[in-house]
C-alpha cells in the first residue's frame, strides 16, 4: 500500500507554470506507475500524464502533450507534474495516483489505478 500527498497547487494567472509534486509513502514506490488525473467541476476525472515504475515510458493526453511534462525521482519517493503554458481551462482539482499493476505498462484507464491522493487545487485566472 501507498499514501500519495499532492503539493504545488495554487492561483496563477494565465500563461503560467507550475510544477506539482506527489509525495509517496512507503518502500514500494518504485514499483508502481503513477499517473497525474484533474477533474473540473461538473466533469470527469480524466487522466493527463502517466510513467512507469522505471521512469523509462510516459504518456500523455492530448489535451496536454507539450505544455505537461511528468517525471518521477524514486529515491525521493516523489512524482512530479510540470505544467506550462496555463490556460483558465486548467483550472480543476489535480491528483496523483498509483497503479497496483505491473508497472512496466501504462494503463490509461481510471480504474487501474488504485491509490489516490487528496488532489491539490490549480486556478488559473484569466
Known amino acids: 500500500q501507498v499514501q500519495l500527498v499532492e503539493s504545488g497547487g495554487g492561483l496563477v494567472q494565465a500563461g503560467g507554470s507550475l510544477r506539482l509534486s506527489c509525495a509517496a509513502s512507503g518502500r514500494t514506490f518504485s514499483s508502481y506507475a503513477m499517473g497525474w488525473f484533474r477533474q473540473a467541476p461538473g466533469k470527469e476525472r480524466e487522466l493527463l500524464a502517466a510513467?512507469?515504475?522505471?521512469?523509462?515510458?510516459?504518456y500523455y493526453s492530448d489535451s496536454v502533450k507539450g505544455r505537461f511534462t511528468i517525471s518521477r525521482d524514486n529515491a525521493k519517493n516523489t512524482v512530479y507534474l510540470q505544467i506550462n503554458s496555463l490556460k483558465p481551462e486548467d483550472t480543476a482539482v489535480y491528483y496523483c495516483?498509483?497503479?497496483?499493476?505491473?508497472?512496466?505498462?501504462?494503463?490509461?484507464?481510471?480504474?487501474?489505478?488504485?491509490?489516490w491522493g487528496q488532489g491539490t487545487q490549480v486556478t488559473v485566472s484569466s
Open positions: 495516483a498509483a497503479d497496483s499493476g505491473t508497472g512496466i505498462v501504462i494503463r490509461t484507464t481510471t480504474g487501474a489505478y488504485t491509490y
Open positions: 510513467i512507469t515504475r522505471s521512469g523509462g515510458g510516459t
